[in-house]
């Protein structure tokens, strides 16, 4: 051995050792470090219910003025700069005064439990790496499965969100047809316009591009009709054609209406069609007890897309996928690799790398466990419950404005137009000034959508922070909006 080589390959390791500490700091900078933190998001929170739901004016691109460099810099700073040009531009997602597209959640105390999941970094892909971690994942897809209403022998995971898990399902749903090859393009998917748009990405990127689909017309309520479906698959077959999954929806995006899960149930087990709901946004409205009519027949689907993102207020990149066939959903996703022969322990708890697209994931369960425990369910019951009864008030007083509605809002998203006054060939434009003047406004933010044709303004509440008082600032936003689009026209 070359013993001054030795000492040489010592010091340098010892040098790296000491010139990357930094990586690891000691208790003294972890406090301050935190202190600065909790201090900026305090301050965040105070000010969250006076805060614009939407600022228009994009000026994040000064952001790329500070590139990455060899030394440091204080935490303060970099705070500023978040603030500036990652905090204020755009929508506010935490704030109540959210009330366009769907809006997420954003718990402190799932913040807290992310915190704790990055610091101890528990692996939760495989049962053998954090038994305890993969466990506490399965105990809140258990409890999905039981409010759900799925037998105790189905399994799910937890996903980034609905995107992921409606590619789970779509997957599992082809292999259990064993649709492959010559045979894609003879197979048939069914479901309407109001679906959400993953499910078109999430069947291409599982191989069914070249799928025929069936885009069945809603019916005045913008659900799926029955008749219709059952005729489609019935002439689908005659011709010799592969009709293999229906997606209906629980809370569709657009209207906030829920399909009639239990007719089509029906229909797919009286011609074997594996039913998935997109439950995403509307699922844990399920909770509510004057509700739950709603919900009658998900429990007979083959699999669900749930976000707890949405209904449970969580942060962004919180989803689920249930799916009743364990054998078809581990045909799908599971694999073994040598590498990892430690962790094949013949354990019978099953491991979310086993079930699902992901082998490196974030420890998602913390998140979602503690402020469930920590809170207790009743909370979140009553918290939906305000949001269905807000949407139902917005509802009320948008019709006393003059506002043509799209119906009494079943969970807690209301569509309406202006249309008073207008020429028929002009509403869709006003309506359309009227948004962006919302826009320009931004003390909350609404959304617009197209449905068969025509432009409709939509208020979607689901902000744990959304109250009566947010919804009152909204109608008085609309109503001085309203008399700028007027006073242009």
């Known amino acids: 051995m070359n013993i001054g080589f030795m000492d040489e390959l010592v010091n340098k390791i010892k040098k790296l050792q000491g010139d990357s ?11 301050q470090l935190l202190g600065e933190v909790v201090k900026y998001t305090d301050r965040f929170l105070s000010e969250i219910d006076e805060s614009p739901g939407y600022i228009a004016e994009d000026f994040s691109k000064n952001l790329e003025n500070y590139k990455v460099g060899e030394k440091g810099e204080n935490l303060e700073k970099l705070l500023a700069l978040f603030e500036e040009y990652v905090e204020k531009p755009g929508i506010n997602p935490a704030s109540g005064g959210h009330l366009g597209y769907i809006p997420g959640g954003g718990l402190y105390t799932s ?45 799910g995971n937890l996903t980034s969100g609905g995107s992921i898990a409606t590619l789970t ?41 070249d799928a025929i689909h069936r885009n069945i017309q809603t019916d005045s309520e913008y659900k799926m009709p029955l008749d219709q479906l059952e005729e489609f698959i019935a002439e689908d077959r005659k011709k010799g054609l592969n009709p293999f999954l229906v997606v209906s929806t629980a809370g569709t995006t ?4 829920v399909d009639p899960l239990a007719g089509i149930s029906d229909i797919c087990k009286k011609y074997q069609l594996w039913h998935h709901v997109d439950a995403a946004y509307g699922g844990f409205f399920i909770l509510v007890e004057g509700l739950k009519d709603y919900f009658k027949g998900i429990a007979e689907c083959d699999s669900i897309a749930i976000d707890p993102h949405k209904g449970l207020f969580l942060p962004y ?35 979310p790398a086993d079930i699902s697209p992901e082998l490196t994931r974030h420890f998602r369960g913390l998140r979602m466990w503690l402020p ?59 309506n359309t000034e009227l948004i962006k003047a919302c826009h320009r406004d931004g003390r909350v933010f609404l959304s617009s959508t197209t449905l068969k044709g025509r432009v409709w303004l939509r208020c979607a509440v689901l902000s744990f922070r959304t109250h009566l008082s947010t919804i009152d600032k909204a109608l008085e936003m609309l109503s001085e909006a309203l008399e700028e689009v007027k006073g242009l026209k």
């Not at 657009?254 to 209406?257: K, R």
């Open 21 to 31: 500490q930094s990586l690891d700091p000691d208790a003294s900078t972890r406090g």
């Open 317 to 351: 990149g919180t989803g689920a996928v249930i799916i009743k066939d364990v054998d078809a959903l581990l045909k799908s996703h599971h694999y073994q690799a040598n590498y990892m022969r430690d962790a094949y322990t013949g354990k019978s708890v099953l491991s």
């Open 111 to 155: 913040a807290v439990g992310d915190f704790l999941a990055a610091v101890t970094n528990k692996y939760a892909g495989v049962y053998f790496g954090s038994p305890g971690a993969v466990r506490m994942e399965h105990m809140m897809v258990d409890w999905l499965i039981e409010i759900l209403g799925f037998p105790k022998g189905a399994v």
């Open 372 to 430: 469930l425990k920590l809170i207790g369910l009743d909370s979140f019951r009553k918290a939906l419950e305000e949001k269905h009864l807000l949407a139902l008030y917005f509802y009320e007083k948008i019709g006393e404005m003059g506002f043509e509605t799209g119906g009494k809002p079943e969970l807690s998203i209301v569509l309406y137009r202006y249309t008073q006054g207008i020429e028929p060939h002009r509403i869709d434009e006003f």
């Open 254 to 257: 657009d209207s906030g209406v």
């Open 169 to 209: 399902a779509v997957t599992v749903a082809r292999d259990a047809h064993s649709i492959s090859g010559a045979g894609v393009s003879k197979a048939v998917i069914y479901h309407t316009s109001q679906v959400h748009h993953c499910l078109h990405k999430a069947i291409r990127i599982a191989g069914l591009g």
